[in-house]
């Protein structure tokens, strides 16, 4: 009876010990604190290739999360929709973008997230979904796949029968170009050896110009001085010989009309030059 009394508490005191290293165990790895998790979903329009539930994902490198599901998306087969376990405090916004990253050569995937924008408005949930959508950005090595594929596309596109059929032609236009250059060498020789003069000609003239202009405005301005001239001349004049002149107008205007007067009665009587003028007749009774 004592050695199965013995045996029971040995097997309780080795409980008991389990008990306290698996609790020890769990305080050294995480501690009695307890985060709250928020969730939210991502589609991806790429292979996950390294990927799988429970890799990190990390914001600007500092881990905040894990990828809790990952499954394909039942409305568009070629979307992969990834459910992620994300921290409470982590700065999710209306900017984040999530990103697939390879890890150096080790072939290890992770999801990155990065915000566009300093914004702090924070991701809701749109209409329709069950967490709060974060956008998904190509990764580099599918932006790099893309580019090759469009590429790929303008090369053959390029090859084209009727680009080839043109390049030929080009070609063909250039040889011709080419025959009539060599045909043509001598006068091209003799053309640039004149090159030299026409462009001392050339900076002559140039300078005959600047020459000719510098005159043309010191005329300009001897101009502008005659003219002051001129005008304070005729004010002058306006001022001081004008009434005279105006007053002289108007005796010979009178003269003018004397010697009219004048011609009138001469062409009605000539006699008058030698007897005068005859005094009109007396009325009856005078």
């Known amino acids: ?19 306290g290293l698996l609790v020890a165990a769990l305080w050294l790895s995480e501690g009695f604190e ?44 070629q979307l992969v929709q990834l459910t992620l376990k994300i921290e409470e405090d982590a700065p999710i ?46 990764s580099f090595l599918n932006q790099m796949e893309n580019t090759v594929k469009d590429l790929s596309v303008s090369m053959k596109e390029f090859m084209s029968p009727e680009n080839a059929n043109n390049f030929k032609l080009a070609l063909k236009n250039l040889q011709r170009v080419s025959s009539i250059l060599a045909t043509n060498d001598q006068s091209l020789h003799d053309t640039l050896q ?13 300078t005959y110009f600047s020459e000719m202009s510098h005159d043309v405005s010191t005329a300009g301005k001897q101009l502008s001085i005659t003219m002051q001239s001129g005008k304070d001349a005729i004010d002058v004049i306006s001022q001081q010989a004008l009434p005279p002149a105006i007053s002289l107008l ?19 009587n000539p006699s008058i030059v030698i007897r005068g003028t005859t005094p009109p007749k007396k009325g009856p009774g005078e």
């Open 34 to 77: 307890r985060k709250t998790y928020h969730y939210y979903t991502v589609y991806m329009q790429e292979p996950v290739s390294g990927l799988s539930e429970e890799s990190l994902v990390k914001f600007n490198g500092v881990k905040i999360g894990t990828v809790y599901k990952i499954t394909l998306n039942h409305a568009n087969p």
């Open 93 to 138: 916004t209306v900017s984040t973008e999530a990103t697939l990253i390879a890890q150096g050569i080790t072939g290890t995937t992770y999801l990155g997230l990065s915000a566009s924008s300093a914004t702090r408005v924070p991701l809701k949930v749109s209409p329709g979904q069950r967490y709060p959508v974060i956008p998904y950005k190509p």
């Open 194 to 206: 004149q090159m030299p003069k026409v462009t001392e000609e050339l900076r002559r003239s140039i």
């Open 250 to 268: 108007h005796r010979l205007d009178v003269i003018a009309a004397n010697i009219e007067q004048l011609s009138v009665e001469l062409r009605k």
């Open 1 to 19: 009876m004592e050695s199965k009394t013995n045996y029971t508490i040995v097997g309780i005191s080795v409980v008991l010990m389990l008990f």
